[in-house]
């Protein structure tokens, strides 16, 4: 069996932007392992580290995981300028917002590493590295919306009613994995759990989880409704539903045990992580043009969309 598949530059593309989300998602772990570790002034300097590329006599665990992550950093930027250079290159074949939100997406990368800067030269101040959090969360959400564009064109496979469910439930996970994070870098969570100080913000922390939870959960449930979408993604709403329990079991148990575990902590990032990829990635799929003059014909055996 034969199915219609994108353009091959279009598909190139796609298959470079599959793996930046899953560059970006490590960017963001690795990011929150350094802030668990308290390692975010492992590297007193900006952008070298002890004054240069590699430093070798420095090294240890925290200034690894402050390099490393501005080693993910540089390599992400590299290769969403490289995309942009390409989709100019082949714009006749591919579709005209593709070179203009490589562009935006160059832009904020280059914020993100002013934000990153910013972090380091004025002392992690929470309210920059929640902005900083703030930018990468949006960069995975983008681009794993633009990696579906790329390899699976088409109209969407949601009505726009459930698409823009789709699109609340995303938001809502990101501004509840904001307000986690502002909770983190103000140490409120360590601040009530032992002294009882500025319980406030962990509260609504603790609160807003379970209405995002059952947003998402809602989404996943009207969806499974449409039987095309059903039989043709339910391995995503299975991952997704799976990431909503697992995100619920870290935060309790981190909380069970005073924030104590960095293990649990950077776990709750990294599916936090997740749910907005995935869920971003759900809200963009569309279904493959039939009959495209432009399209790649390729067997049905070769490889599907992935995230890693």
């Known amino acids: 069996m034969q199915i ?19 560059a970006l998602i490590a960017l963001v772990v690795i990011g929150g392992a350094t802030r668990v570790m308290e390692a975010g002034l492992a590297c007193p300097d900006w952008p070298l580290c002890y004054g240069s590329f590699l430093p070798g006599k420095q090294m240890n665990l925290q200034v690894f995981l402050e390099w490393f992550h501005r080693l993910d950093a ?11 250079v390409l989709s100019l290159c082949w714009a006749k074949s591919l579709p005209k917002w593709l070179p203009w939100t490589y562009g935006g997406l ?6 993100q590493a002013f934000l990153g800067a910013l ?15 703030t930018v990468a969360f949006s960069l995975v959400a983008i681009m794993s919306g ?21 699109f609340i439930s995303l938001f809502s996970v990101i501004a509840q994995s904001l307000l ?7 140490w409120a969570a360590h601040r009530c759990l032992n002294f009882g100080d500025s ?15 059952l947003l998402v959960i809602s989404f996943v449930a009207i969806s499974l409704t449409q039987r095309d979408v059903f039989f043709n993604q339910w391995p995503y709403f299975l991952t997704i539903t799976c990431l909503i329990i697992s995100q619920i079991f870290l935060g309790f148990l981190s909380i069970q045990l005073g924030m104590s575990e960095p293990g649990l902590v950077i776990g709750h990032q990294l599916v936090a992580c997740l749910l907005v ?9 569309g279904r493959r043009i039939e009959g495209s003059s432009q399209s790649l014909f390729i067997t049905e055996s070769t490889l599907e969309t992935c995230h890693g």
């Open 199 to 213: 319980c406030n913000l962990l509260g609504l922390h603790r609160a807003s989880a379970f209405p995002v939870s």
């Open 119 to 133: 972090t380091v030269l004025q002392l992690l101040p929470s309210l920059v590295v929640v902005a900083h959090l």
């Open 180 to 186: 986690g994070s502002r909770v983190a870098t103000s």
């Open 146 to 166: 633009v990696t579906q564009q790329l390899l699976c064109p088409g109209k969407s496979i949601f009505p726009p009613w459930l698409r823009s469910l789709g």
């Open 277 to 285: 990829a995935f869920i971003s990635a759900l809200n963009f799929k």
């Open 106 to 111: 160059t832009l904020l990368v280059a914020f």
């Open 74 to 84: 540089f390599f992400v930027g590299i290769v969403l300028v490289t995309q942009f």
């Open 4 to 22: 219609l598949y994108p353009t091959k530059p279009r598909f190139r593309l796609g298959q470079l932007a599959a793996h930046v989300v899953v």
